[in-house]
């Protein structure tokens, strides 16, 4: 079975600041690893993915997550973050040989003008 | 036009009265999912269906029965509900379960209410 640890349950960050969200899992086997945005009252929808190849993955709106094997770890960060960037993030992962997406207990982040 | 759509968006409702979430997808996809997220914000999967199977079908109470008419439609019944349901949940999809990892697709929610 795997879990995944989002170790700050809030970050706030005041705008044009970087911020970095932290993500550990465990697995006994090899995981697709992806962070979600949750907007608030809204659905998730799926920030960036790690499923193989390079390490470092990036959205279309300047986040950007590295996938680190010995560490265990798929830290989100942002090197200056926006007012339109407060949300709820969570990191999960999925078996190779299956669908089914293990969360993380969410960060929320809260960025101040 | 909306891929995965559930309804009501809002269920305001009684201790011990059955109810039913309705989700459809628009996207083709082969399975479906429902989780559901604590008031703590805690995401845990409920149900998996590929193709109306139920593939997956973690630790939940046989209040709960899910119920697919077809690809496109994964509904889930709560029977007898108890205030420990209340919680939002979420409906998504995704294209097939065969060992290569196809993005799920979330439904708005629905916020579950039991007084």
């Known amino acids: 079975a795997q879990s995944v640890t989002q170790l700050d349950s809030q970050v706030p960050v005041f705008e044009e600041a970087p911020v970095e969200l932290r993500c550990n899992y465990s697995s006994s086997v090899s995981v697709y690893l992806f962070w979600y945005v949750q907007y608030p009252n809204q659905g998730l929808q799926l920030l960036l993915k790690?499923?193989?190849?390079?390490?470092l993955v990036e959205s279309i709106n300047g986040f950007e997550a590295e996938f680190n094997k010995s560490q265990t770890s798929f830290h989100l960060r942002k090197p200056s973050v926006h007012i339109s960037d407060t949300a709820e993030y969570f990191c999960?992962?999925?078996?190779?040989?299956?669908?089914?997406?293990?969360f993380g207990g969410g960060t929320r982040l809260m960025v101040k003008p | 036009d909306t891929a995965v759509s559930q309804t009501p968006k809002y269920l305001v409702t009684q201790m011990g009265n059955d109810k039913s979430i309705k989700c459809e997808q628009n996207?083709?996809?082969?399975?479906m999912y429902w989780y559901k997220q604590d008031s703590k914000k805690f995401l845990k999967i409920m149900f998996s269906y590929n193709n109306k199977e139920l593939i997956i079908n973690e630790t939940v109470p046989n209040r709960f029965s899910p119920k697919s008419p077809d690809k496109a439609h994964l509904n889930l019944h709560i029977n007898s509900l108890e205030l420990g349901d209340s919680a939002v949940y979420f409906c998504?999809?995704?294209?097939?379960?065969?060992?290569?990892?196809?993005?799920?697709?979330f439904g708005p929610g629905t916020r579950l209410t039991v007084l």
């Open positions: 996207l083709g996809h082969d399975t």
């Open positions: 999960a992962v999925s078996r190779r040989a299956g669908n089914m997406l293990t």
């Open positions: 790690y499923l193989s190849g390079s390490t």
């Open positions: 998504a999809s995704s294209q097939d379960r065969a060992g290569v990892y196809n993005e799920q697709f």
